[in-house]
């Protein structure tokens, strides 16, 4: 009876691929655990949302321009009191082509946050001459909104520039395109804004 022949033993570059290929099997597999475990950013910790960008305020009439931080929580009415409203121009003395630029400031004078309407619907631009109304926003306002804000204490908000067209106004004329210009030559007018019914001073200004 011949004897079984022992086999002969692989090169060991053999054994080394083998190993090879065992410790990359393995490292496969903790790379796909750790994929699946481990959290993609602060958006999918979160509940796979990211966050969304902070609102911009867009320019327009109406739209405001906060000059500090306004406070989304809810809050109190505002006291008629407790707010105060400035017109604003950008310029006292105008040349003959230039037209005055107009805006309203909003105020919270009182010691706590409070909320007030301060939409298109609100607001109201008006420019007199002596007893003449020469101009009011209001006369062919278009979609007016309502804009409730809760205001700081101390906070001021500005609405964006409105241009005057140095034009009468009148309800009966808003779809003329022609209207009454108004006299210059060093001519004056006030301004005055309001919000509701709380009333700013009155701004004198100039036309040339």
């Given at each position: 009876?011949s004897?079984?022949e022992?086999?002969r033993?692989?090169?060991?570059?053999?054994y080394r691929?083998?190993?090879l290929?065992?410790?990359g099997?393995?490292?496969?597999?903790?790379?796909?655990?750790?994929?699946i475990?481990?959290?993609?950013?602060?958006?999918?910790?979160?509940g796979?949302k990211s966050?969304?960008?902070?609102?911009?305020?867009?320019?327009g009439l109406?739209?405001?321009?906060?000059?500090?931080?306004?406070?989304?929580a809810?809050?109190?009415?505002?006291?008629?009191?407790?707010i105060?409203?400035?017109?604003?121009l950008?310029?006292?003395?105008?040349?003959?082509?230039q037209?005055?630029?107009?805006s309203m400031q909003?105020?919270n004078?009182?010691?706590?946050?409070?909320?007030?309407?301060v939409?298109?619907a609100?607001?109201e631009?008006?420019?007199?001459?002596?007893?003449?109304?020469?101009?009011?926003?209001?006369?062919?306002q278009t979609?007016?909104?309502?804009?409730v804000r809760?205001?700081?204490?101390?906070?001021s908000?500005?609405t964006?520039?409105?241009?005057?067209?140095r034009?009468?106004s009148?309800?009966?004329?808003c779809?003329?395109t022609n209207?009454?210009?108004?006299?210059?030559?060093?001519a004056?007018?006030?301004?005055?804004?309001?919000?509701?019914q709380?009333?700013s001073?009155q701004l004198l200004?100039v036309?040339?």
């Amino acid at each position: 009876m011949s004897t079984p022949e022992h086999p002969r033993p692989l090169p060991p570059e053999v054994y080394r691929r083998r190993r090879l290929l065992v410790f990359g099997g393995i490292a496969v597999v903790i790379i796909v655990i750790a994929l699946i475990v481990w959290p993609r950013g602060n958006g999918d910790a979160a509940g796979g949302k990211s966050p969304s960008p902070s609102p911009t305020v867009s320019k327009g009439l109406g739209d405001l321009n906060p000059s500090g931080k306004a406070s989304g929580a809810a809050a109190a009415t505002c006291a008629p009191s407790a707010i105060t409203v400035t017109a604003v121009l950008d310029k006292t003395n105008f040349a003959a082509d230039q037209q005055p630029q107009m805006s309203m400031q909003i105020t919270n004078s009182s010691a706590s946050a409070c909320s007030v309407d301060v939409g298109t619907a609100a607001q109201e631009f008006t420019i007199t001459s002596g007893d003449d109304r020469i101009w009011g926003s209001k006369d062919c306002q278009t979609d007016p909104t309502n804009d409730v804000r809760t205001i700081d204490a101390g906070q001021s908000l500005s609405t964006a520039a409105l241009a005057w067209e140095r034009v009468r106004s009148d309800p009966a004329t808003c779809d003329q395109t022609n209207r009454t210009p108004a006299t210059g030559g060093g001519a004056t007018y006030r301004l005055q804004v309001k919000l509701g019914q709380i009333e700013s001073e009155q701004l004198l200004f100039v036309l040339a």
